[in-house]
């Protein structure tokens, strides 16, 4: 079965750091979807990707697929406290169980 | 446009008690899924329908859980003789196919006593 894996689990960083957080699939994927939860909140959909290689763009984060279409990252540019919050990625492949990454946790220290 | 909606926003009931939560799916919306969050935890899927299939309820943690979509619109999730462990929220989504972004209600936040 697909196995899913997202690094880090936390990441405390100071406002205007870098962050990133990855996610790495054991199967080849047909796509990869990005959410972010604020604390209290429900999932919201950032992004989709689907093609080997893909980098997408918005504002400050920016989103790419690998080219084996196994693993994505998601890259936030000099954070902001808004930025707070969880991000879990959705690998995607036609007949599996849809299995969210375990998410990464940002902490932003303003 | 509205969004997923769902019901109660809270519940709270006795160990041993049944539980029914709602969720109606935005319009137009063929796949509709259920999931269990923990506090501080991830996203635990429960079952997914897709219109008139058989659900995919691989995903049910025991025989107490059990759900249904009715028409092909409106999902009610039961609980039988709830335990302490099942205190979670449970979020429901929905989306325009399999593999499409999902949209996700508030959540039922269920707390067993």
């Known amino acids: 079965g697909q196995q899913v894996m997202q690094i880090p689990q936390y990441q405390h960083v100071q406002e205007g750091e870098d962050f990133t957080t990855y996610c790495n699939s054991s199967?080849?994927?047909?796509?990869i979807q990005w959410y972010k939860q604020r604390p209290g909140g429900h999932p919201v959909f950032l992004i989709q990707?689907?093609?080997?290689?893909e980098v997408k763009k918005q504002k400050r984060l920016t989103f790419q697929f690998g080219e084996a279409k196994k693993n994505s990252s998601l890259h936030i540019t000099a954070t902001q406290t808004t930025d707070v919050g969880t991000y879990f990625c959705?690998?995607?492949?036609?007949?599996?169980?849809?299995?969210f990454g375990g998410g990464t946790r940002l902490m932003v220290k303003p | 446009g509205a969004g997923v909606s769902q019901s109660p926003s809270n519940k709270v009931t006795e160990k041993g008690k049944d539980v029914e939560l709602r969720c109606d799916p935005i319009?137009?919306?063929?796949?509709l899924y259920w999931y269990r969050q923990s506090l501080g935890q991830g996203l635990e899927f429960l079952i997914y329908?897709?219109?008139?299939?058989?659900?995919?309820k691989s995903g049910l943690p025991s025989d107490r859980f059990s759900a249904e979509r009715t028409g092909g619109s409106v999902s009610t999730l039961t609980i039988q003789r709830t335990q302490q462990e099942d205190s979670a929220v449970y979020l429901c989504?929905?989306?325009?196919?399999?593999?499409?972004?999902?949209?996700f209600g508030d959540g039922t936040r269920l707390s067993i006593l």
């Open positions: 989504a929905s989306g325009m196919d399999y593999n499409q972004p999902q949209h």
């Open positions: 199967t080849t994927l047909s796509n």
């Open positions: 990707l689907v093609k080997s290689g």
């Open positions: 959705l690998p995607n492949n036609a007949g599996n169980m849809l299995t």
């Open positions: 319009s137009g919306h063929t796949a």
């Open positions: 329908f897709q219109g008139n299939s058989a659900p995919d």
